[in-house]
């Protein structure tokens, strides 16, 4: 039960960091980069998205 807790929390922030990624002011390039980064490294990735990520 905790677990799909866990996953389900862990889409959702991934899905609102894609979003937010995608509609800030940063190059295509990295746009995608930044995606990757977030969907290859699902926590550490999230992390650094949000402490160096492109702001809005």
Do not use: E, R
């Amino acid at each position: 039960m905790l677990t799909t807790t866990l996953g389900i929390l862990h889409l959702i922030i991934a899905v609102w960091a894609i979003l937010s990624i995608f509609k800030s002011g940063a190059s295509t390039l990295s746009k995608i980069i930044w995606a990757l980064i977030v969907l290859i490294f699902p926590i550490v990735g999230l992390i650094i998205w949000f402490v160096a990520g492109p702001k809005p």
